[in-house]
Structures are given as structure tokens and as C-alpha cells.
């Protein structure tokens, strides 16, 4: 897991696939691309078996394009549709247990900063609402009471997509599913508040409405949670298979919850909020309201 890897022995250059040659000569490692610059440099996930439209897929791709420093970088991965794209995935990912992520990330972030005690090893775990909210929440909770300096990312489908359509405890009240036929009997849990409530430092909340700004917390989420402490990401992706909605609708339906339930939200302590100006990743508060003004 470092730049090195990339590197191919020049007797073997003439044997390489084309797509790695390619990631080698284009792709991101080492070079702090971004998700404005996709369509510009070679992807490390282009292709996936997720379904047309997928709106996970979508913030899937915007995420992994982001990483500060992707050779650096281990994903956790659990059970759900979003383990399925990681054998596309040309980045070092872990596949879990599910429910088990936040555990097994705790253990690979603790093992890196032994193994590596002067380099920055990012560990960013990447789940469904089943997997980080109801099956893995003691996992999620504890490793955020814990202080572990990771982050995580849940994509709230609002419902287990995977296995056809059974609620979460993030569907929301009264809401019927294909498995689940007799109504959401309880209110969709508030992670983010929990996140903030166990100590995670730095704590967004937004949807595909919006990929760029995916981009961009996820940037904020992993170089806080190098220095000072556990951060937290959750994006609504509406699942148009589940839904039983044209997949083309399904960035408009992320659009309409924005402004009726699922609005951009971000939480940092001051600690997170000094760190992340001194690098530069976001403008100091005074200046940001003058500029939103302006
Ligand atoms: C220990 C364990 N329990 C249950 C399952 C069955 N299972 C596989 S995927 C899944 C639902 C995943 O839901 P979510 O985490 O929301 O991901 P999504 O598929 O919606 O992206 C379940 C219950 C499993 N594979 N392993
Ligand atoms: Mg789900």
C-alpha cells in the first residue's frame, strides 16, 4: 500500500493489461486529483454491476474520486449493493462482515499506525443505512465513543436493497416497502446527531442532489479524522429498483427530499474547523459568509 505498488518491473510492462498501464501513466495516485477533475484523469472504479442509475453507485464514484491520497487509503466495505462494485475497485478494500465494518476498520487503522507510525494511512469505511444503523450500530457507535480516527460513510438508501426490500431503522414513519408491507412502525433514527453526540469531530449530512459537494466533505471528513478524530458522512441515495421509479427520476427525488427533509448539513468542532482552514480545504467562517454574500 504505497505509490510503489503502482510501479510496474519494465520486463513485464509489454504483458500489463491496458487498463492498468493506463491507471499507472493516468490515474490518480499521488497526484491529489479530485472530483472536479473527473472525466480528466483514469478512474479507479469505471465499471460496476449495480443497477442503471444507481444512486449509490453515483456518490460511490464521486467519493473514490476524491480521496486525498488513494494509495494511502483502505476502504472497509460491508454487505449491501455497495460491495458489490469493490472487485472493480483498483484501490486496497476490505470486505466485512456486515455490521462488523466499524470493528474491522478500528483494527486495520490501529494495526497501520504501528506498522507505519510516520505516514498518514487513511482508513474510510463505506456501508448501507442496514449495515451502519441496525445491524453494525453498537460497531458504529462504540468506535466513534472510542475517539478511533476514521471515517465513515453511510449510504441511506432508507431500506435494505439488497435483499429485495426489507425496512431500516433509517426508512422513514409509515413508509411501506417491498418487504416490508405493513409500514415503518418507528421514526428514522438521527445518526448524525448520535455521530455528534459520541464524538465524531466533523459530521455531514447531504445526497446525490448534490456530487460535488460529496466530493468535498468526504475530502473534509478524511483529513480530520487523520489529526484529531472520528468523522462521519451520510448520503441520501434513493434506490430507483426498490423505489420502482424510472432511474433517470432518481436524482429529481433526491432533489425534492433536499428541500423537504434532507437539506445539506455540516457540523465541525472548532478544532476540525481551524484544521481544515489551515489547509486550506474550506475558508474561514467570516470570510465564507462575506463570499456567500457577495
Ligand atoms: C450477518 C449477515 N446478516 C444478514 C445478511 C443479509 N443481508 C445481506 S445485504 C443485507 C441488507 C443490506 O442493507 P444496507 O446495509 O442498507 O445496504 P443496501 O443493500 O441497501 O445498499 C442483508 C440483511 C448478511 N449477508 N450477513
Ligand atoms: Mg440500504
Redo the contacts with the bound molecule.
Sequence with gaps: MSLAITKINPAFTDVMPQEYLDLVADGPFGTNKSAKDLGLFKELIEDHPLCAGCN?AMAFRTLISSLPAPEDTVIVG?????SLVFPQLAIHNVHS???NQNAVATGLKRGLKLRFPDKNKDVVVM?????TAD?GFDMTLHSWIRGEKITTVM?D?E?????GGQE?GMTQFGTVRNMAPTGKKFQKIQVTEFAKLAGCVYVAKLSTANTAKIGQCLRNAVLVAREIGPTYIQIYTP?STNLKIKPADSVALAKKRVKDDYAFEEYMTAEAEQLLVASGAIKPKKQKDQADKA
Design positions: 449509490l460491508s454487505t449491501g449493493c455497495n462482515l456486515f455490521g456501508a448501507g443505512d442496514g449495515a445491524i449510504f438508501n431500506l435494505y436493497a439488497n435483499t431500516s434506490c
